[in-house]
């Protein structure tokens, strides 16, 4: 579903900016506007403002701004359907489709509802079952654990959820396709495909139970099995327990990644919150996506032997791809998290995870516990087989830690450092070479950091001046308080000497002639993601100082003519010196400077 099918526009004008906001902010009223302390960083100073007639905010210390729509989708760290579809709820506003969209829409739906009733069946299941409680207090699981993750119990009978449904109204057709009833081969009926297991629901971000997990409780089955894929469910695109875990995620900066349902609820329980679990499957590209919506940093925490643990350390380039920076602490040998954390505690396995190495290093220390390293010919193969680990590496800077690493194992380490560097670095890069065109990114280095800078600040007392004059004006023109086309007559976008003013500037007046007006929500669709947005929600937050109109373009034409003046006098002088052509593209500048400043 497209954006534009949304009814963005009454979703907006239902919604109350201070009723979305004020949950999450603690806000004081500051003249028209609001104040308080900034959700999306640590301040202690409110720079935090939110204007109810703009129906913006806008944060002075980080940058941050937008709308309802942006407000949610930060704090909440939803995509932007999943923000538009929560306030629509929230404000009572029914989001219509498209007939493929409808139907699409109306199975989403169906799978969804069937799994709430599909899920307190399980719940009351456990209720009723001794052995399933038995089971639940061996793996010390407490009730308010088993509440809060709406852990259930699928009895052992053949067909004791299909029964169930019947008698809810819920054919057993749309059962099978949540995934909870499997036909029959003969055709002949239904039965259920959770048996004499434990449940895990699986929820979306929005707390909707999408599909199930289920364990074994004896030793005929398959230990674990999850709901088949749906219009609702992909396991490579969810992780569990996300939905209790995203806040504590985006607080702590990163996340901890571990395999199975157990292995959660058993960090969970002890307080540590920034958990989530693949469910036996390997990191995926979409889980790494998922993750980069609130932290760049994950610590994986698999069985050192698992498939999933193989698959995490093959999976560097995706992570360096997504610029994520991921790292191993496997549980010591025979221990899954669930178990290390019983058996040694908490503050044992937070300090495994503090010790997670990056990928490469403990790609490394896998490798070096191979061979033996008191011998010439242990260190010379474990050097053969670590060089191609650090040639994957992309970052130079990187790459020559890891060789810093290594170097000691090199036969000519005992001459120094510097010869044993070397020869490690020199056979690195002819591998980097040979692969360039064969696997390894090329990847250019870092950037400078002229170029990360970018547009240099204007610090002159006179810039600033002129920087406060630009928005004085745009604030003017965004308020309806002086018509733009009357200003852009005697001043253009591009005497505007700031690139977020610029943009804006342009922006709106192209809005004007395309409208002959400029719709404030229209404008800030067609700028999202510049700078320049986040100079229209500063002046849609900010009071104006109400400046003379007249004022402020004479400020900006006569910084204008400054900056043109002295630019003539620099081309004029290399002109004398002849160090300028007439075929340069700086003559032609000159004459062009010539006619404006005598017009």
Not at 24 to 42: D, E, I, Q
Not at 181 to 191: N, V
Not at 548 to 554: G, M
Request: overall charge neutral.
């Amino acid at each position: 579903m497209t954006s534009s099918r949304y009814p963005l526009d009454e979703i907006r004008d239902r919604c109350n900016i201070l009723d979305i906001v004020s949950p999450y902010v603690a806000l004081k009223r500051s003249g028209k506007n609001y104040k308080g302390l900034c959700p999306f960083h640590s301040e202690k100073t409110p720079s935090f403002v939110v204007s109810p007639d703009a129906q913006r905010w806008k944060c002075f210390g980080c940058g941050a701004s937008g709308d309802v729509f942006t407000f949610v989708m930060q704090i909440e760290h939803l995509t932007f359907a999943e923000a538009v579809e929560q306030l629509a709820a929230k404000v009572g506003v029914k989001i219509t489709y498209d007939p493929r969209e409808s139907k699409a829409a109306s199975e989403r739906d169906k799978i969804l509802r069937i799994n709430s009733i599909a899920a307190q069946f399980f719940q009351r299941s456990l209720e009723q079952s001794a052995n399933a409680q038995e089971y639940v207090r061996r793996r010390g699981i407490t009730n308010e654990t088993m509440k809060k993750f709406k852990i259930g119990y699928a009895p052992s009978e053949w067909q004791a959820l299909a029964d169930y449904l019947r008698g809810q109204g819920i054919k057993p057709e749309d059962a099978a396709k949540a995934g909870l009833l499997i036909a029959r081969e003969s055709g002949q009926g239904f039965y259920d495909r959770f048996r004499n297991r434990l449940i895990f629901p699986i929820q979306d971000v929005q707390d909707r139970i999408i599909a199930f997990g289920g364990r074994a409780l004896d030793d005929d089955q398959v230990k674990y099995i999850n709901s088949p894929e749906s219009v609702v469910f992909a396991k490579n695109r969810t992780l569990y327990a996300l939905n209790f875990a995203r806040k504590t995620i985006a607080e702590k900066g990163f996340a901890i990644i571990v395999e199975g349902y157990m292995d959660t609820l058993a960090a969970h329980e002890a307080g540590i919150a920034n958990v989530v679990a693949t469910m036996g499957t390997a990191l995926t590209a979409d889980h790494v996506k998922i993750l980069g919506r609130y932290i760049r940093k994950a610590v994986i925490a698999f069985d050192a032997d698992s498939a999933g643990m193989a698959a995490a350390i093959r999976g560097g380039p995706m992570f360096d791809e997504a610029e994520f920076d991921v790292r191993i602490a496997p549980m010591p040998a025979g221990e899954d998290p669930d178990s290390f954390i019983r058996k040694s505690g908490t503050a044992a396995f937070l300090e495994t995870i503090a010790e997670a190495k990056p990928i490469p290093d403990y790609r490394i220390s896998v490798i070096a516990a191979k061979h033996d390293i008191n011998t010439k010919e242990g260190r010379l193969a474990l050097l053969k087989e670590v060089m191609p680990v650090i040639a994957e590496v992309d970052k130079q800077m990187e790459r020559e830690r890891l060789i810093s690493l290594v170097s000691p194992y090199h036969p000519n380490f005992s001459k120094g450092i510097a010869p044993a560097e070397m020869h490690i670095r020199q056979e690195v890069e002819k591998l980097r070479r040979k692969k360039t065109q064969g696997g390894y990114r090329k990847g250019t280095e870092e950037t400078s950091e002229a170029e990360k800078i970018g547009q240099i600040d204007l610090i002159s007392n006179e810039g600033k001046a002129v920087r406060k004059a630009e928005k004085e004006l745009l604030s003017i023109i965004i308020r309806g308080e002086a018509e733009a086309a009357d200003i852009f007559e005697k001043v253009s976008p591009e005497q505007f000497i700031g690139e977020d003013s610029a943009e804006l500037a342009k922006a709106i007046k192209m809005e004007c002639e395309s409208r002959k007006s400029f719709d404030i929500n229209s404008l800030a669709a067609k700028i999202a993601g510049s700078p320049a947005e986040g100079l229209l929600n500063e002046l849609l937050v900010t009071e104006p100082e109400n400046l003379p109109v007249e004022d402020l373009i004479a400020a900006l034409t006569a910084y204008r003519r400054r900056e043109q003046e002295k630019r003539f006098r620099l081309l004029a002088d290399k002109i004398e010196r002849g160090e300028i052509k007439r075929t340069d593209k700086e003559f032609a500048e000159y004459w062009e400077l010539v006619r404006e400043l005598h017009n």
